[in-house]
């Protein structure tokens, strides 16, 4: 790119490091500047409108710019904008949310635990089950299983428990003790003629023959993502969940649901959990707690788990553990008119309405020659691309085909996520039955653009 000097993209590759990023292509390329957001379109610095159907990264799932958070935002800092958690310091803002939060979770959970990002709500769920599981005399239980493709944040100890490689390679990571068992990817790991049911079983015995050979009295527990999210928005299999939770009951391992995308009506209920009867000991969530609008985080806790740590900070004389912005209150309150906001729109009825018509919008796209599966739970969907539709095959990675469906998408005024051989999609919830057709016409466009440059059709 030839970047004008002192323009911003130019001082962008001046002065920025960016996550996620080739740093070297970067100085070529400089950067995709967006200017303003309203509703769930995004203006970038050249004026052109995209059409935003990832929600931003999962989050911002009431669109962009609101007024109304603004202003929340605005009275908060003007009443206190700063307030800290630690030694019995608290706020009203803290206080609604945790409340409001306790109504809508489960109900074996009893207390939030506020935090910044989904990589902190995790890392601080890893420190809770160590200091659970010492709290209740079994400090040999400290191994921690999560899934391949997985992705639970990018801290030390989050990305450890992140399955994958390429986070890991030369950090030095995954740290000791943070175990990976299969990712529940039927479509590409479920044998020829296996039903979902089967794979689910071979799946859970593969978790039971993990635990037992490392040994059930050094396994504190396992986290999952209900759907995962960023390998590609898949959904487990027909009774998956059920099958693992009794391995994760039989060994008496801790069960983590990290709700970070699937909280606040994602998958077509409250949340994830609910969606596949999951009962977790904690739950972390992010992203939608406050539609993006400001960063928070939560790991809500449940009674049982809770008592055992009351005695072990009593024992101890407390609990040492803290992050300075952990339950801002700006934060608090705008996560907390969000809340108002999603039950003032009924948000897990307008996800299952959407949802419906998102699949509606896919379902012809099953008949594209790239197309390979399609996967959808409430308004998340993933669709696998491949070269060959009869045998599965994928499209060699050196092809890169999900990323240019990406950048072909952006092209067409359309913002996608590609992830590995998929593409995914996670409209936000104020997002439009027309704005859905929208989406679906820019899709194909970018799919039959990929289509005739790679296939040459
Ligand atoms: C399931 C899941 N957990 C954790 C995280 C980490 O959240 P954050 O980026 O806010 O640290 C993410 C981020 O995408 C996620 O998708």
Request: charged share 20%; glycine share 8%.
């Amino acid at each position: 790119m030839n970047a004008k000097p002192n323009s911003l993209a130019a001082r962008d590759i001046e002065y920025l490091m960016h996550p996620q990023t080739n740093l070297k292509l970067h100085r070529d390329v400089g950067p995709n500047l967006v200017d303003h957001g309203g509703g769930v379109w995004i203006t970038d610095a050249d004026g052109n409108r995209l059409l935003d159907a990832m929600s931003g990264l999962w989050c911002a799932s009431l669109g962009y710019t609101s007024a109304r958070l603004a202003r929340v935002a605005f009275e908060q800092m003007q009443k206190l904008s700063y307030g800290h958690l630690y030694k019995h310091n608290s706020h009203e803002p803290a206080i609604e949310l945790a409340e409001k939060l306790l109504e809508i979770a489960p109900p074996h959970m009893s207390k939030v635990h506020f935090q910044n990002s989904g990589s902190e709500a995790n890392d601080v769920a890893i420190k809770l089950v160590w200091y659970y599981q010492n709290a209740i005399g079994k400090p040999e239980k400290r191994k921690i299983i999560s899934r391949h493709g997985a992705y639970h944040g990018s801290s030390v100890a989050t990305v450890s428990l992140t399955g994958k490689p390429d986070m890991h390679e030369k950090f030095n990571l995954p740290l000791d003790g943070f175990l990976h068992t299969d990712c529940p990817y039927y479509f590409r790991d479920g044998g020829s003629g296996e039903s979902e049911e089967a794979y689910a079983s071979r799946l859970a015995e593969n978790l039971n023959t993990l635990i037992e050979d490392e040994g059930p009295e050094t396994v504190a527990a396992f986290f999952a993502e209900p759907v995962l999210g960023s390998a590609g928005a898949i959904s487990p299999p027909a009774t998956y969940f059920e099958k693992i939770q009794a391995v994760l009951k039989k060994h008496d391992v801790l069960f983590i649901a990290d709700e970070v995308i699937t909280g606040f009506g994602r998958t077509g209920n409250m949340w994830g959990s609910e969606t596949f009867a999951l009962m977790p000991d904690m739950m972390t969530c992010a992203k939608a707690l406050s539609a993006a609008a400001l960063p928070i985080s939560a790991v809500i806790i449940s009674d049982h788990v809770y008592e055992a740590l009351v005695a072990q900070s009593d024992r101890l004389g407390g609990y040492a553990h803290g992050h300075t912005y952990a339950g801002h209150p700006v934060s608090a309150a705008v996560a907390l008119e969000v809340q108002k906001i999603y039950e003032e729109m009924d948000v897990v009825s307008v996800a299952q309405r959407l949802g419906v018509v998102l699949e509606e919008t896919l379902a012809p796209f099953a008949d594209h020659p790239m197309v390979g599966q399609i996967d959808r739970t409430g308004m998340m969907a993933g669709m696998e691309l491949v070269a060959d539709k009869d045998t599965r095959t994928a499209f060699a990675d050196e092809l890169g085909v999900p990323a240019r469906v990406g950048r072909a998408a952006r092209e067409n005024g359309l913002i996608i996520k590609s992830i590995g051989s998929r593409i995914a999609f996670a409209p936000a919830f104020v997002t439009s039955e027309e704005e859905i057709a929208e989406f679906g016409l820019r899709l194909g466009k970018a799919l039959d653009a990929v289509h005739k440059d790679v296939c040459n059709a």
